[in-house]
């Protein structure tokens, strides 16, 4: 059983340019979210997918960013026109649509803006 | 929106000794869910526990316990017999029941760090 995934794990770019993070949930999850942690906080919410279909999205999720999930399998995050402020680890969960579901975590893709 | 409070930044612990991070939190929900997760320096989160609202008995898992006390809406973490590997972050978090309106994200503190010493 594999856990949760993301790539790249490292990624630094300069100020304008777009990035984008793949994350790939546990297998049988049909629920993703993306969160973003910065230095000495806690993780705060961006999205959440249930299957294909994009149900939230956090104020902070300006419209520099879109999320996708084509087919309900894995998800991309992409940030266009970064900036220094978007620096920060994003995180990536998965979690089965059960009424107790838990989410489970990837290792993170920590972004870092020259 | 639900808020979490984690006021203490550091903690620090004896190895075999016993610490108890706190978590306050801050809602008008009468059904949710509460969670410890780990955070290991560069290592990813885990779960530590849970806690369903409704249930008034403490979770416990191995040498993790909690002490929920939903009137004060408190939520602490006692960690028992502290091992080396149990220094990290740890971060409270908060999340609605699945019949809210109040979606299904979590809602983090800004974490404890624990340090255990030999």
């Known amino acids: 059983d594999t856990g949760v995934s993301q790539d790249p794990r490292h990624k630094i770019t300069k100020r304008g340019q777009n990035v984008t993070f793949r994350c790939d949930p546990i297998s049988e999850h049909n629920r993703l979210y993306w969160y973003r942690q910065t230095l000495g906080q806690g993780p705060e919410f961006l999205t959440y997918f249930q299957n294909e279909a994009q149900l939230e999205k956090s104020r902070l999720l300006s419209d520099r960013f879109s999320a996708e999930r084509p087919k309900g399998s894995f998800s991309t995050l992409e940030i266009q026109r970064t900036e220094q402020g978007d620096s920060a680890m994003y995180l990536c969960?998965?979690?089965?649509?059960?009424?107790?579901?838990?989410?489970?975590f990837g290792p993170g893709t920590r972004l870092l803006v020259l | 929106a639900q808020t979490v409070t984690q006021s203490q930044p550091e903690m620090s612990v004896q190895e075999a000794e016993t610490v108890t991070l706190s978590c306050t939190y801050d809602?008008?929900?009468?059904?949710?869910?509460l969670f410890w997760y780990k955070q290991p320096p560069s290592r990813q989160m885990i779960l530590v526990i849970r806690?369903?609202?409704?249930?008034?008995q403490n979770a416990t898992e191995n040498r993790f316990s909690v002490n929920f006390q939903k009137a004060a809406k408190s939520f602490s973490l006692k960690i028992s017999d502290s091992q080396l590997g149990d220094a990290a972050m740890y971060f409270c978090?908060?999340?609605?029941?699945?019949?809210?309106?109040?979606?299904?994200?979590?809602?983090f503190g800004k974490g404890t760090s624990l340090l255990v010493t030999p």
């Open positions: 969960a998965s979690s089965t649509d059960m009424w107790d579901e838990t989410q489970y």
């Open positions: 809602t008008s929900e009468s059904d949710y869910y």
């Open positions: 978090a908060y999340r609605s029941a699945p019949n809210s309106n109040s979606g299904y994200a979590l809602n």
């Open positions: 806690q369903e609202a409704y249930k008034q």
